[in-house]
């Protein structure tokens, strides 16, 4: 199958390209990257007036495949991310079993074969059980096709084990992804620790149980060598500590959520719970310092840590209900209104935060646009209006905080190895 997708603002950060372009796909690859094609006999796409940009990556995705089914399944979670603009995820393997060995891997991967709706990257636990205890068969994993080790969800709480996990991971030459939470600080804490949480007399987490294994965990990654990864970072202190690593050329990336740059804890309508999310929202000053993050490079990627959770489970008491909340399909939109709508950042920025930035976090070696290349595919507006609604998602469930929003730009279709894996009708949504 041929398409030609015409009149398009082709931008590609891996190449610096940033102009009008028409891309012609030949099956499963890019075929021409030009001012003008000629349809030859391809199926025209007309994308006059948007971005057609390399597809976009998500990095930290909860997919809920094997065990958790009610809640999300691999071919509705990545119907939901092709709906927002994703051609691949990355998948946490707190799943029920967890994924760690190569059999729970091997099933995701066969899985995502036969049902996905976009290209699905598995990530293998980092302990057994994600109990913290005994180190997961991290080779066997990586050899059925786990491209990075985590216990997301969870926190290493025994240093020993991490420095050890680190030390494995990087002779596979693997990204340990880490959950950076001190348990004994965050235990009995449902939202950030500070007025709105002694308002609503709910428990707080203090920022400083994510600043101490931010800090442990970059002092274990200077000793080993290893690549970490920090997930959801959330505090301005984390953030200062990522910078700099960075700048002792420490191999060390980070990732913030969507809610945590859009929202700040001040905004929890009192006790909803599609507003409780692990780490939770945190203070203006955090916001700010999350944005300058994503200004000047600290932090590396937007991951949406799509975390679905059906009504029944979700829409409890505050204080019983899990963590977490749904992000696929809201992530361009909260990023266009916070970052490009305001200025911080040109288009080009804005699209390396969800292609080869994400994808070289990981190593993936997705996220740009090349001739040869996998016909990956994001097309978005950055102008035109649409409404989420969180009734009519196509993830399983339902639990996020911004239904009802009113976003400017978005998701328009979504190319996944050459063909449609998601097309918005006369317009957005």
């Not at 998948?91 to 049902?115: G, K």
């Not at 994600?130 to 969800?153: F, H, N, P, T, W």
């Not at 442990?216 to 910078?243: F, W």
Request: aromatic share 4%; net charge negative.
């Amino acid at each position: 199958m041929r398409m030609l997708l015409k009149n398009g603002h082709v931008v590609d950060p891996a190449s610096g390209l940033d102009a009008k372009r028409d891309v012609l796909l030949d099956d499963e690859r890019i075929a021409a990257i030009e001012p003008s094609i000629e349809s030859t006999g391809a199926q025209v796409y007309d994308a006059s007036g948007l971005v057609v940009a390399p597809g976009f990556v998500d990095i930290h995705v909860h997919l809920r495949e094997p065990g958790i089914e009610h809640a999300e399944t691999i071919e509705s979670g990545t119907r939901a991310a092709a709906a927002g603009g994703f051609t691949a995820v990355c998948c946490m393997p707190n799943t029920q079993p967890v994924n760690d060995s190569a059999q729970v891997t091997s099933f995701i991967v066969e899985r995502a074969r036969r049902t996905a709706a976009v290209h699905v990257h598995p990530i293998g636990a980092i302990s057994k059980g994600s109990k913290g205890e005994r180190l997961a068969d991290v080779g066997a994993m990586r050899g059925e096709g786990a491209v990075a080790i985590s216990d997301d969800g969870l926190p290493v709480m025994n240093s020993g084990l991490m420095r050890r996990a680190m030390k494995y991971a990087a002779s596979f030459g693997m990204t340990v992804i880490d959950h950076c939470e001190d348990l004994n600080l965050s235990a009995g804490g449902d939202i950030h620790e500070g007025i709105q949480s002694m308002r609503l007399g709910l428990g707080g987490i203090p920022a400083s149980a994510e600043d101490v294994m931010v800090a442990r965990d970059i002092i274990l990654a200077a000793e080993t060598g290893a690549r970490i990864h920090v997930a959801h970072i959330s505090t301005a202190s984390s953030i200062a500590m990522v910078r700099h690593a960075k700048k002792l050329g420490l191999p060390v990336t980070s990732e913030v959520t969507p809610h945590h740059f859009a929202l700040t804890d001040e905004q929890i309508p009192g006790y909803d719970s599609n507003y409780k999310m692990r780490p939770p929202l945190r203070t203006g000053s955090d916001v700010t310092a999350a944005i300058e993050g994503l200004v000047d490079g600290t932090i590396d990627c937007i991951a949406t840590d799509h975390a679905p959770h059906t009504g029944h489970t979700k829409m409890q008491e505050f204080e019983r209900c899990p963590f977490g909340v749904t992000g696929l399909e809201t992530s361009l939109g909260l990023a266009l209104k916070a970052l490009y709508h305001t200025g911080k950042v040109d288009l080009v920025h804005l699209v390396r935060l969800f292609t080869n930035s994400a994808s070289s976090c990981l190593n993936l070696g997705r996220g740009e646009l090349r001739i040869g290349g996998p016909a990956d595919i994001t097309v978005f507006s950055t102008e035109r209006e649409w409404t989420y609604d969180a009734a009519a998602t196509l993830s399983k469930s339902k639990n996020s905080p911004f239904g009802g929003t009113v976003f400017r730009g978005g998701p328009v279709a979504t190319i996944v190895a050459g063909r449609f894996a998601w097309t918005a009708e006369d317009g957005i949504r």
